[in-house]
C-alpha cells in the first residue's frame, strides 16, 4: 500500500457528521487501498445522526444499518470524536492542519419553507421540528406541539411527511415499546386529533412516498386512510408515467390508493385523508392557525415533467395544527463554499468547488453533496464515489502540518471539550437501553447532553 505524494504515514481524513453518509465514507477509506486513520467528528455524544435521529422510532429494522456502522466503528483506524462542535471547540483552520482532507457529511439541517401568510402563525410547525421532538433529539427536547385539535394538516407527500402523519394516527399502545422520547409519547397519549390531511400540490401518479409506507396506513388498528376516487382519474401524462417500467413504486402507490378508495367505511376512530393537486395559499386565524386556505392545481407538461398550476379555485381545511414537510436544505459553514440555491456544498462528485474551481483536500458526501434524496442505503455509492476521488486526488493533496489526533484531543481537552470516545458511546447506549428495559421499551434516549456525559462519571 503506498500513499503516494503523501510522507511515509497513513493518510490522515476528518469526517464531519456521524450519519449514514459519515460511516459509509469511513467504511471506504478504511477498505485498505491506502493506509488511512480516520477521526468522526459528531457535535452529539450519540452517533449515527439521522438514525438516532430521523428514522421513525415505529420502523426500528431500518435502525439495523447501526450494525454495519459499528463494525467500522471499532476498526483500529478509526477514531469517534463526540460532542465537539467544528467551528466552535475547533476551527475549520485548525482541521486542515491536523487532516489532509475533510469530508464533510453533515447532512441537511433545516428545511424549506411554503412562503405563504400566516406561515408562522402558532399551530404551524415543520416536520424537521416534530420528527427531532420525537425521536428524542437534545436540541429539540423542549419543544410543545399542540395536539389539542381533532384536525392535522400535513403538507408534502415524500417519506417524511407519512412518518409524521403516521405518528398522529397511531395509538400510544403501538408506540410504547418504541424507543420514541418518553416526553413525546406522554403528550401523543393526550392526542386529540382524529383526522390528518396529507395534501400533495401534483396528483396520485406523482407523489414521493414509496409504497410500504403507504400500505402502513391500510395495516392501522385505529385509523382509515381515505382517496377519494375520482382524483384517479388521471390525465394522459399521468397515465404514461404510470405505465412507463421504470416507475413500477408510482404504480404500485397507485394500486394502493385504488384499493383504499374502494374501501367501505369501517368506523376507525381516525382518518388519514390524502389530498392530491392541492397548494396552500394562506393560514388563517387569530395568533394561532384555525385554516388553511388550499387552491385547486391543474397538471401541465409533458410525461415526467409535470408541474403544478394553480387553477383560481380555492378551497379551506379547517384545522389546528399544521406541519410542512417540503424537503430538507443544508446549513452554510464559514469558511467552506456554499450552493444556496440548492442548499448544499457545490461539488464535483463529492470534491467541494469553489467558482467552479476544485478546492484540494474538502469533499462532501449524502445530503449536504446531492440534496435530500434517497433511502439510508442510497448513501453507500454517494459516499463511495467521494473517497475514491479523494483517493485519486492522493498526489495533489498538501500533507497536514500536524497529523496528530493526540494533539486534537489535547486540544480540544484544553478547551473543557469533553470528547466521547466510540467506547465511551457504547457505555451510553448500553445505560439507555438498561433504562428502555425497565419500561418495556427498546431503549430510553437521553434527551440532555448533560445525561449522557453524566454516564460516563
Ligand atoms: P421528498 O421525498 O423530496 O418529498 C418532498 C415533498 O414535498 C414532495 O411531495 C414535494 O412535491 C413536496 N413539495 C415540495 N415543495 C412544495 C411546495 N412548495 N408546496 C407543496 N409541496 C411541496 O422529501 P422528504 O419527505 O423530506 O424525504 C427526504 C428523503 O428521505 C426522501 O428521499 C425520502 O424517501 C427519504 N426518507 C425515507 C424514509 C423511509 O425510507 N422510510 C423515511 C423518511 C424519509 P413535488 O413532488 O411536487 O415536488
Same mark, same amino acid.
Given at each position: 500500500?503506498?500513499?503516494?505524494?503523501?510522507?511515509?504515514?497513513?493518510?490522515?481524513?476528518?469526517?464531519?457528521?456521524?450519519?449514514?453518509?459519515?460511516?459509509?465514507?469511513?467504511?471506504?477509506?478504511?477498505?485498505?487501498?491506502?493506509?488511512?486513520?480516520?477521526?468522526?467528528? =459528531?457535535?452529539?455524544?450519540?452517533?449515527?445522526?439521522?438514525?438516532?435521529?430521523?428514522?421513525?422510532?415505529?420502523?426500528?429494522?431500518?435502525?439495523?444499518?447501526?450494525?454495519?456502522?459499528?463494525?467500522? #466503528?471499532?476498526?483500529?483506524?478509526?477514531?469517534?470524536?463526540?460532542?465537539?462542535?467544528? *467551528?466552535?471547540?475547533?476551527?475549520?483552520?485548525?482541521?486542515? =492542519?491536523?487532516?489532509?482532507?475533510?469530508? %464533510?457529511?453533515?447532512?441537511?439541517?433545516?428545511?424549506?419553507?411554503l412562503?405563504i401568510p400566516g406561515e408562522d402563525l402558532a399551530g404551524s410547525y415543520? #416536520? @424537521?421540528? %416534530?420528527?427531532?421532538?420525537?425521536?428524542?433529539?437534545? !436540541?429539540?427536547?423542549?419543544? @410543545?406541539f399542540d395536539l389539542s385539535c381533532e384536525v392535522a394538516v400535513?403538507v408534502?407527500?415524500?417519506?417524511?411527511?407519512? =412518518?409524521?402523519?403516521?405518528?398522529?394516527?397511531?395509538?400510544?399502545?403501538?408506540?410504547?415499546?418504541?424507543?420514541?422520547?418518553?416526553?413525546?409519547?406522554?403528550?401523543?397519549?393526550?392526542?386529540k386529533v382524529k383526522e390528518?390531511h396529507?395534501i400533495?400540490?401534483?396528483?396520485?401518479?406523482?407523489? #414521493?412516498?414509496?409504497?410500504?409506507?403507504?400500505?402502513?396506513?391500510?395495516?392501522?388498528?385505529?385509523? !382509515?386512510?381515505?382517496?377519494?376516487?375520482?382524483? +384517479?382519474?388521471?390525465?394522459?401524462?399521468?397515465?404514461?408515467?404510470?405505465?412507463?417500467?421504470?416507475?413500477?413504486?408510482?404504480?404500485?402507490?397507485?394500486?394502493?390508493?385504488?384499493?383504499?378508495?374502494?374501501?367501505?367505511?369501517?368506523?376507525?376512530?381516525?382518518?388519514?385523508?390524502?389530498?392530491?393537486?392541492?397548494?396552500p395559499k394562506e393560514l388563517k386565524g387569530n395568533g394561532h392557525i384555525e385554516e388553511l386556505i388550499l387552491?385547486?392545481?391543474?397538471?401541465? *407538461?409533458?410525461?415526467?415533467?409535470?408541474?403544478?398550476?394553480? @387553477?383560481?379555485?380555492l378551497e379551506e381545511i379547517p384545522c389546528g395544527i399544521l406541519f410542512r414537510?417540503?424537503?430538507?436544505?443544508?446549513?452554510?459553514?464559514?469558511?467552506?463554499?456554499?450552493?444556496?440555491?440548492?442548499?448544499? %456544498?457545490?461539488?464535483?462528485?463529492?470534491?467541494? @468547488?469553489?467558482? *467552479?474551481?476544485?478546492?484540494?483536500?474538502?469533499? #462532501?458526501?449524502?445530503?449536504?453533496?446531492?440534496?435530500?434524496?434517497?433511502?439510508?442505503? $442510497?448513501?453507500?455509492?454517494?459516499?463511495?464515489?467521494?473517497?475514491?476521488? +479523494?483517493?485519486?486526488?492522493?498526489?495533489? +493533496?498538501?500533507?497536514? $502540518?500536524?497529523?496528530?489526533?493526540?494533539?486534537?484531543?489535547?486540544?480540544?481537552?484544553?478547551?473543557?471539550?469533553?470528547?466521547?470516545?466510540?467506547?465511551?458511546?457504547?457505555?451510553?447506549?448500553?445505560?439507555?437501553?438498561?433504562?428502555?428495559?425497565?419500561?418495556?421499551?427498546?431503549?430510553?434516549?437521553?434527551?440532555?447532553?448533560?445525561?449522557?456525559?453524566?454516564?460516563?462519571?
Amino acid at each position: 500500500m503506498s500513499n503516494l505524494g503523501l510522507p511515509e504515514r497513513p493518510l490522515r481524513v476528518a469526517v464531519i457528521g456521524s450519519g449514514p453518509s459519515g460511516f459509509y465514507a469511513a467504511e471506504e477509506l478504511l477498505l485498505g487501498k491506502v493506509k488511512a486513520k480516520v477521526d468522526m467528528f =459528531d457535535r452529539l455524544p450519540a452517533p449515527f445522526g439521522l438514525v438516532r435521529y430521523g428514522v421513525a422510532p415505529d420502523h426500528p429494522k431500518i435502525k439495523n444499518v447501526i450494525k454495519v456502522f459499528e463494525k467500522t #466503528a471499532v476498526h483500529p483506524d478509526f477514531s469517534f470524536f463526540g460532542n465537539v462542535k467544528v *467551528g466552535q471547540d475547533i476551527s475549520f483552520a485548525d482541521l486542515r =492542519d491536523f487532516y489532509d482532507a475533510v469530508i %464533510f457529511t453533515c447532512g441537511a439541517q433545516t428545511d424549506n419553507k411554503l412562503g405563504i401568510p400566516g406561515e408562522d402563525l402558532a399551530g404551524s410547525y415543520t #416536520a @424537521t421540528e %416534530f420528527v427531532a421532538w420525537y425521536n428524542g433529539h437534545p !436540541d429539540y427536547r423542549n419543544r @410543545t406541539f399542540d395536539l389539542s385539535c381533532e384536525v392535522a394538516v400535513v403538507v408534502g407527500q415524500g417519506n417524511v411527511a407519512m =412518518d409524521v402523519s403516521r405518528i398522529l394516527c397511531k395509538n400510544p399502545e403501538e408506540l410504547k415499546t418504541t424507543d420514541i422520547a418518553q416526553h413525546a409519547l406522554e403528550v401523543l397519549a393526550k392526542s386529540k386529533v382524529k383526522e390528518v390531511h396529507l395534501i400533495g400540490r401534483r396528483g396520485p401518479a406523482q407523489a #414521493a412516498f414509496t409504497p410500504p409506507e403507504l400500505k402502513e396506513f391500510g395495516e392501522l388498528p385505529d385509523c !382509515d386512510p381515505l382517496v377519494n376516487a375520482a382524483d +384517479l382519474n388521471v390525465n394522459p401524462e399521468s397515465q404514461e408515467e404510470l405505465d412507463n417500467p421504470n416507475n413500477a413504486p408510482k404504480k404500485k402507490n397507485f394500486e394502493i390508493m385504488k384499493e383504499y378508495s374502494g374501501r367501505p367505511a369501517s368506523g376507525k376512530s381516525k382518518k388519514f385523508v390524502i389530498h392530491f393537486c392541492k397548494s396552500p395559499k394562506e393560514l388563517k386565524g387569530n395568533g394561532h392557525i384555525e385554516e388553511l386556505i388550499l387552491e385547486k392545481n391543474k397538471l401541465s *407538461g409533458p410525461a415526467g415533467k409535470q408541474k403544478a398550476e394553480g @387553477t383560481g379555485i380555492l378551497e379551506e381545511i379547517p384545522c389546528g395544527i399544521l406541519f410542512r414537510s417540503v424537503g430538507y436544505r443544508g446549513v452554510p459553514i464559514p469558511g467552506v463554499p456554499f450552493e444556496e440555491k440548492r442548499g448544499v %456544498f457545490p461539488n464535483l462528485g463529492g470534491r467541494i @468547488t469553489e467558482g *467552479g474551481q476544485v478546492v484540494l483536500g474538502l469533499y #462532501a458526501a449524502g445530503w449536504i453533496k446531492r440534496g435530500p434524496s434517497g433511502v439510508i442505503g $442510497t448513501n453507500k455509492p454517494d459516499s463511495a464515489e467521494t473517497v475514491n476521488n +479523494l483517493l485519486a486526488d492522493i498526489p495533489s +493533496l498538501k500533507p497536514c $502540518t500536524k497529523p496528530d489526533s493526540q494533539a486534537v484531543l489535547a486540544l480540544l481537552k484544553g478547551k473543557g471539550v469533553k470528547v466521547v470516545s466510540f467506547d465511551d458511546w457504547k457505555k451510553i447506549d448500553a445505560a439507555e437501553i438498561a433504562n428502555g428495559q425497565k419500561n418495556g421499551k427498546l431503549r430510553e434516549k437521553f434527551v440532555k447532553v448533560e445525561e449522557m456525559l453524566a454516564v460516563l462519571k
